[in-house]
């Protein structure tokens, strides 16, 4: 079956030795129907909820700057982002460089640089080297931008639920199992049967703590910076 909403939806219907639903009567699906369509979704929005930043709901942005403007609102379907990304695109009709930029707290900006935002004056804008983020889920820039720049960054979204037959999940295809061990949960939770629910959630979970063992942890390679000195006692038994 094909990797989409009525696909995993069927997936569902015949392990409970349901009938299988069709495009055409998809959207028009009611009782255990529409439970299956509800289950897979919830089974959706368990996996992404159980880990803050799956590598499949990584997103890059590019927003357009506007000269003497500090603040600028992040996207709508943002669940956070990376500051650590936040970088200028090197622009030559502009006659700018990439820069990336460096991480400002809010209460220093407002400390030391809040009155750029009040300031009309247009000789402290430049190319801006610092970025903050607003608690009114904006983040702005130090100094206000003097031209049209493009700003670069990335963040973790918040995926939407499916809705018509043909939609794909955000989930690559290959943990499509998880998925349908996770709407098995919720629909045996749906016909009161708890027995196998609490098998199903059991393998729910351990799906998703393969996931994020695939996909999340990583061995980083640390190198030691440390100096090896000779002790004074072992160089002197070295000169004997």
């Known amino acids: 079956m094909a990797y989409d909403f009525l696909g995993l939806v069927n ?17 028009s699906a009611v009782g255990f129907y529409q439970q299956g369509k509800d289950a897979v ?17 990584h997103v890059e942005q590019e927003d357009e700057l506007t000269a003497g403007t500090t603040r600028y609102g992040f ?12 970088r200028v695109k090197r622009d030559d009709t502009l006659g700018n460089d990439t820069r990336k930029l460096r991480i400002l707290s809010y ?10 935002e009040y300031n009309t004056g247009t000789g402290q804008r430049g190319v801006p080297e ?11 820039l130090v100094p206000a931008p003097d031209k049209a720049y493009t700003l ?18 955000n989930i690559p295809e290959r943990f499509r199992y998880i998925i349908v061990d996770g709407a098995m949960y919720y629909a045996y939770l749906f016909r009161s049967n708890s027995q196998d629910a609490v098998l199903m959630k059991d393998k729910l979970d351990e799906g998703v703590k393969n996931m994020r063992t695939i ?9 030691s910076t440390a100096i090896n000195r000779t002790r004074a006692s072992d160089a002197y038994i070295g000169r004997l």
Not at 41 to 57: D, G, L, T, V, Y
């Open 75 to 86: 996207p709508t379907d943002m669940k956070t982002p990376d500051m650590d990304t936040f």
């Open 152 to 169: 670069v960054y990335e963040y973790f979204r918040f995926p939407v639920d499916l809705e018509n037959a043909t939609d794909v999940p």
């Open 41 to 57: 979704n919830s089974a959706i929005r368990h996996i992404n909820q159980s880990q803050f930043e799956w590598p499949f709901n």
């Open 130 to 140: 610092y970025v903050f983020r607003a608690p009114s889920n904006e983040y702005g």
């Open 11 to 27: 997936d569902v219907n015949a392990r409970l030795n349901e009938v299988q639903l069709t495009s055409s009567n998809f959207a």
């Open 107 to 116: 209460e220093e900006y407002l400390e030391k640089f809040i009155d750029q």
């Open 215 to 223: 996909l999340i942890n990583r061995t980083e390679y640390l190198r």
